[in-house]
């Protein structure tokens, strides 16, 4: 098949949506498919600013494209496009063509026949992004919906939408236990710029259980610049690799913080989990198809800083716990692969009728 994904802009940085979007492309391709990704740099809002004026600039004199996305490398077969706005020309003949983003899912309902059969990848509930009737409006557009998790597939049952299941998936081959689950008690967790998730109260509840266990380690990783006046045990590591991820945050830690106000999927847990990590984490929705409480997880009301410190200390206290839950964590994951999503993601590209 000849598939198109559309893509909000690119990301220097690493992004969660993107990623996936970029693993599946892989995917696709070493599958004998021809995949591209295009990359529209657009806005929803009409405004254009002067960041994309300037990345326009960049992308139209080549300075801007594939170098750019280092973080991430790309099948041989994967042909990537890097375009100012929604113009038809800009767009493939193909198969398939998929939106990633709710103002996306309007302009690919747009396209002529020509560019393929129309979907919409849905990986959140985008209000953070959009007014929230413009979002729900894009869910109820002709295109085939598919959602990455069950609280995103209930939306769309509230919204009258029907919706694709396919669930995300874990890098085995990158992330797996490189440390005995004996290890020493530690803490990890992402720290976001974005309030939604969560980080102020995920680092409230850390300073809180670092009192109690002030020679606890707690690894810390994001993109934003090390946060100051944090205790000499804070460890951060800023726009930390895959492998930097798996060596020296979640290798080293036996409990995974999540603290996200609500998730579309969680990738970091999920990461975290395969390398022997127990989780704390909020009531997010991300986490509902792997996190099962009291066997591998302990879920929290979102926002209550109070309940991540006390379940956190419980699992401090209870190392035998602490180790069950870690190698059910293992075992919660496992079976979320790239092999067994991809597969399914396909199923559903060459089964939809136009």
Known sequence: MKITFVLPGLSRYPIGGYKVVYEYANYFAKHGNDVTIVHVEQVHSGRVSLRIHAKNLALRTHLMGIKSINWFSFDEHVRLKFVSDFDTQNFPDGDCVIATAWYTAREVEKLPEECGRKFYFIQHFEVFDGPEDDVKASWRLPLTKIV???????????????TELVTNFVDHKMFYPTQPLERKPAISMLVHHMEWKGSKDGLSALKLLTNKWPDLDVYLFGLPKPITGLP???????AASPEVLRDKV???STIYLFPSHFEGWGLTATEAMACGNAL???NNGGIDDFGIEGKNAKIVPVGDVESMFKEMDKLLQNREQLLRMQSEAIKAVGPLSIETSGSH???????TKG
Request: charged share 15%; net charge positive.
């Open 232 to 238: 000499e045990n804070f460890h951060y590591y800023q």
């Open 148 to 162: 990455i998790a069950s609280w995103l597939q209930r939306i769309g049952d509230q919204l009258g939408v029907r």
């Open 280 to 282: 704390v984490s909020t």
């Open 345 to 351: 993601f396909l199923k559903v590209l060459a089964n």
């Open 250 to 252: 979640y290798g080293f």
